[in-house]
């Protein structure tokens, strides 16, 4: 389903510590999931992504998780540092097994805020 | 990564004047791009899909005749706000898509923040 974003929850985190990140999304037929960090007046940047035939992805000082009984995604990042500060989309979409090619579908966002 | 431009990165305007953004894929032919609109603190919301040659197909809600999607060849689209007002005033995102090694590979311009007033 779609996503309207009324709010944006936040997490703080302190320098050095590890930033688990959560998603819930809609659609069971979702099969490929991505993971976008928005800076301030920026375009979304790739993070990682992740097949619905994985359940774990691991990328540099990322993992991604994928628990598709519940529907849930969730990024990790270890050692955060105050570059990690920024918004962090998850991002759906379906048919990426048998060719792709549908529309990516985002959830609402949590504004990851990293303390000194 | 592939790279996605974008121009102008800011532009007001007027109230009732038009406006035209760019959309560019600089080292890859874009079959399709896609155009999102964000409100502050919000998330991405898709406004349409163009695929190069073909008329863009819009998302339910989205007045087809004030946004004005052209895609004109493989490496750019461009998005034309008719008529603008206060209302349009927000960060409008391109997106360019190709296929990859097997997976579509999907690659975000910088935005463009757009103020009516």
């Known amino acids: 389903g779609e996503n309207v974003g009324l709010h944006l929850p936040t997490l703080s985190v302190q320098e050095g510590d590890n930033s688990i990140i959560n998603c819930a999304y809609s659609n069971s037929a979702s099969d490929y999931f991505i993971w976008y960090k928005q800076e301030s007046g920026k375009g979304p940047q790739f993070i990682i992504d992740?097949?619905?035939?994985?359940d774990k992805r691991q990328g540099q000082r990322v993992t991604v998780l994928l628990n598709k009984t519940v529907k849930h995604l969730s990024l990790q990042i270890a050692a955060t540092q105050p570059g990690d500060s920024a918004v962090y989309f998850c991002?759906?979409?379906?048919?990426?097994?048998?060719?792709?090619?549908?529309?990516?579908?985002f959830g609402t966002g949590t504004q990851l805020k990293v303390e000194l | 990564g592939a790279v996605v431009s974008q121009h102008p990165s800011r532009v007001i305007c007027k109230s009732g004047t038009s406006v035209k953004i760019e959309c560019r894929s600089l080292?890859?032919?874009?079959?399709?791009m896609f155009w999102y609109r964000q409100f502050p603190k919000q998330s991405l919301m898709l406004m349409a899909t163009?695929?190069?040659?073909?008329?863009?197909?819009?998302e339910q809600g989205v007045e087809k005749d004030k946004f004005l999607i052209n895609h004109a060849s493989l490496t750019l689209s461009t998005l034309t706000v008719t008529s603008a007002h206060p209302e349009d005033s927000s960060f409008y995102i391109c997106?360019?898509?190709?296929?990859?090694?097997?997976?579509?590979?999907?690659?975000f311009g910088p935005g463009t923040r757009l103020t009516v007033t």
């Open positions: 080292d890859f032919q874009a079959t399709t």
């Open positions: 992740i097949r619905s035939n994985m």
């Open positions: 163009s695929n190069e040659g073909s008329k863009a197909t819009y």
């Open positions: 991002a759906e979409t379906y048919g990426i097994l048998t060719g792709g090619g549908n529309k990516l579908t």
């Open positions: 997106s360019a898509r190709f296929r990859g090694q097997g997976i579509y590979e999907q690659y």
